[in-house]
């Protein structure tokens, strides 16, 4: 086989033995689970420990209270009568210390796996890439994170402890009960095979309602978002009554499912109920007669229908539990919906030392998910390394998506993106995210200071440094002005500042990686020519030699550029220096006679 053949299969064979190593991710979310459990083992065993011995403790006052009641009966007097009492007391005592212990331990053992699992969820949600994202809603992922993983932990907190609590119980009690009388105990169970048929009919019911619940939540909760978010073009465009209204539909659906799930879980405890004072009634009469003819003394019938009052909360709290299974059921697979998820786009495995910055775009076509028409379509171009290069033409041509592609923030359907001469999809991602920044024309702020913002990774440079940026980018007058300084609060994506506040922290941000490419799509929109010029200035002597791409459709900042590129429908349709494009019909002199601004080029 030739060489060149050999060297294109070596990378796909490497991916293909990552897929195949790879662990199923249900596997590996329960392996989390397991093993975060198991780091808790001790606290596992005490809280069931604890749980044993209340349990135990709670079947022997029914027990002397059947003997202090023969007693009474038989006249006993007071001598006798009080040291039983007492020791029901002392028995109380222990078993709410038990109780503490065994509550403290299990529900702390669900909150810290709990915990653990919202590290994790949120850990592989940031591993995912941007196809996962246009396929679910923030709300609905919010959904997910917050209220899926609450009914998780409630399952742990409760599934183990209701079945340890139960089967010590249940097969405690009715030991007990065929102790006091094996024929009444008999006829007490009689009801109990129904409670199957009761959990095979509803306990389907309840996790499909759970998921109808879960769904609407999540677009409630989306629907709120969008609304709070864009609150300024709600009030502009005098929307307060439309938005309102859909808020208003979604909660009444949202109402309505909760109502369903309410009504099929009203209809599950009540069925359990009947069963349980059905089972009471048998007793009460069967029990009844048996005193009557001797065959039971007053204290023994006491002690079996305090036994058999116990066997209700366990028989109820069956209940409980198949309604927090299923409904955890439904949640642990809206979660792992999230966890089997994977990345399309692969991690890379070549590091990019030693490799020259030159971009090729080797006839790249690529489509938006969702999407009849082609976003790039057999675009071929070089950017070299240490060149400005200015990107324009008509909205929806193709210019971001360009960027985009570059920074791997998506990968071509078609055709091939080359660093160096290297495709990008072999070279390690998140080496090549560091040496690429990219500052988009509406950026995003998150809801911090001025300062974690322009430089929110671990490690805090000298204030100088962060001065120098702030200069660089025209923001220093702006920071000195605000009474926090570097301390102001931006706000949720940064809505106290202006656009061209906002557009210039985060240039210096991107500014602050030391990037080897520099992609700016149109990041000077909010800005007036004489501060875009200066800022320009700026960039341009202190990053010398490095790549940079300048999307606009000002011909001030194409100007700067070494070669212009002009985007339309997809397709490169010119490219060039800037005074040749001016020549005859071009875009770029469409442009600038437009913009009036001519003189500029000379032409």
């Not at 702030?470 to 570097?486: C, E, H, V, Y």
Request: charged share 20%; proline share 4%; hydrophobic share 45%.
């Amino acid at each position: 086989m030739p060489y060149w053949r050999l060297s294109e299969m070596i990378p796909k064979l490497r991916d293909l033995s990552s897929r195949l190593s790879r662990p199923s991710p249900s596997g590996e979310a329960t392996s989390f689970i397991l093993s975060s459990l198991k780091a808790q083992k001790r606290k596992i065993l005490l809280g069931l420990l604890s749980l044993i011995a209340a349990d135990l403790l709670a079947l022997v006052p029914p027990w002397i209270t059947k003997d202090a009641i023969d007693l009474i009966s038989a006249r006993g007097n007071l001598s006798q009568i009080l040291p039983l009492a007492s020791l029901i007391l002392a028995l109380a005592l222990f078993q709410a210390c038990f109780r503490f212990l065994w509550r403290t331990a299990l529900f702390g053992v669900a909150r810290n796996l709990e915990c653990d699992l919202r590290g994790k969820l949120l850990d592989h949600l940031l591993k995912l890439d941007t196809p996962f994202y246009a396929r679910h809603t923030v709300g609905d992922l919010m959904s997910r994170c917050s209220n899926d993983l609450v009914a998780i932990q409630e399952m742990v907190a409760f599934a183990g402890l209701l079945i340890v609590d139960s089967s010590i119980t249940i097969g405690s009690c009715i030991a007990l009960m065929l102790l006091i009388s094996a024929k009444l105990t008999l006829v007490a169970l009689i009801p109990l095979p129904f409670l199957s048929l009761v959990f095979m009919h509803l306990g389907k019911k309840v996790k499909m309602r759970s998921l109808e619940v879960q769904r609407e939540l999540a677009s409630l909760t989306e629907l709120v978002q969008e609304t709070i978010s864009g609150v300024k073009v709600v009030k502009t465009y005098t929307m307060e009554e439309l938005r309102l209204n859909a808020y208003e539909e979604a909660c009444s659906r949202y109402m309505e499912s909760q109502m369903g799930l309410a009504g099929t879980r009203g209809a599950f405890y009540g069925l359990l109920g009947f069963i349980t004072a059905l089972a009471s009634v048998i007793v009460l009469g069967t029990g009844g007669k048996a005193v009557a003819q001797g065959e039971l003394t007053l204290g023994e019938f006491v002690g079996f229908s305090a036994y058999l009052a116990m066997l209700s909360w366990p028989m109820m709290s069956l209940g409980f539990m198949t309604n927090l299974i299923q409904r955890s059921r439904a949640s642990w697979q809206r979660v792992r919906e999230i966890l089997d998820s994977h990345p399309i786009m692969p991690r890379g495995y070549l590091p990019l030392k030693g490799l020259s910055m030159d971009v090729e775009f080797r006839d790249v076509s690529f489509k938006y998910p969702d999407s009849a028409s082609w976003a790039i379509e057999g675009v071929s171009l070089t950017w070299p390394e240490g060149a400005v290069v200015g990107i324009t033409g008509p909205v929806g041509s193709g210019k971001s998506t360009l960027l985009s592609l570059a920074a791997r923030i998506h990968d071509p359907d078609r055709g091939k993106i080359l660093l160096g001469g290297v495709d990008l999809k072999e070279l390690k991602l998140e080496e090549l995210r560091k040496r690429i920044a990219m500052v988009e024309q509406e950026p995003f702020l998150f809801s911090e200071t001025i300062e974690e913002n322009l430089f929110p990774w671990d490690g805090k440079p000298p204030r100088s440094y962060l001065e120098d940026l702030a200069k660089m980018t025209a923001l220093w007058r702006d920071i000195s002005a605000f009474p926090n300084g570097w301390e102001t609060i931006v706000g949720e994506r940064g809505v106290t500042l202006s656009g061209g506040q906002r557009q210039r922290l985060a240039l210096a941000r991107a500014l602050a990686m030391n990037p080897s490419i520099l992609l700016l799509d149109d990041p000077f929109s909010h800005l007036d020519p004489e501060t875009e010029s200066a800022i320009l200035d700026y960039i341009l002597t202190a990053f010398k030699g490095r790549t940079i791409v300048l999307v606009s459709q000002r011909l001030s900042t194409l100007s700067r550029a070494h070669w212009v590129i002009v985007m339309d429908k997809g397709r490169v349709s010119e490219e060039g220096e800037p005074r040749e494009l001016l020549k005859g019909g071009s875009y770029l002199r469409d442009l600038a006679i437009r913009q009036e601004i001519l003189e500029v080029f000379g032409g």
